[in-house]
């Protein structure tokens, strides 16, 4: 999917992980799983429609990426270069389409606002994701 109203959402998947409580993180393949079959139902919670992207990193990688509807991106060393990568190469395509990173990471925030994307932070998308 490309322009046409559809906003990009790239998941830094290990930042949002780790932002959960109660060492829901321990298990990365389990918390990649989980997050991935939650984030099935992002959509729903949107008012425009989405393509939603999440980057997954080390031992979550192992997570099943067989999931519709979300587009998964394996990460051959850096998470946060790959989550570059995608928003620059979303840039190239269609400069005008709406772009948001979902991370708390200062650095790659700045990284990511220079090629025009949008930065928020993990909780706008558990709310989403978890009413």
């Known amino acids: 999917m490309t322009g046409d109203g559809v906003q990009l959402i790239v998941v830094d998947a290990a930042n949002v992980v ?7 993180w321990r298990d990365r393949v389990g918390a990649a799983r989980r ?17 939603v992207a999440v980057v997954l990193e080390g031992k979550a990688k192992a997570a099943d990426p067989a999931v519709e ?10 998470g946060d270069d790959a989550i570059v990568d995608v928003v620059a190469a ?7 389409r709406s772009i948001t990173v979902v991370t708390a990471d200062r650095e790659l925030r700045g990284r ?3 090629l025009g994307a949008a930065t928020v932070g993990p ?9």
């Open 18 to 24: 780790g932002s959960r409580p109660n060492g829901w």
């Open 35 to 51: 997050l991935l079959e939650q984030l099935t139902t992002l959509a729903a919670h949107l008012e425009q429609p989405a393509e």
């Open 69 to 78: 509807g979300v587009r998964v991106v394996l990460a051959d060393g850096s």
């Open 90 to 96: 979303a840039a190239g395509q269609d400069g005008a």
């Open 112 to 114: 990511v606002e220079d």
């Open 123 to 131: 909780g706008w998308l558990l709310d989403r994701i978890n009413p």
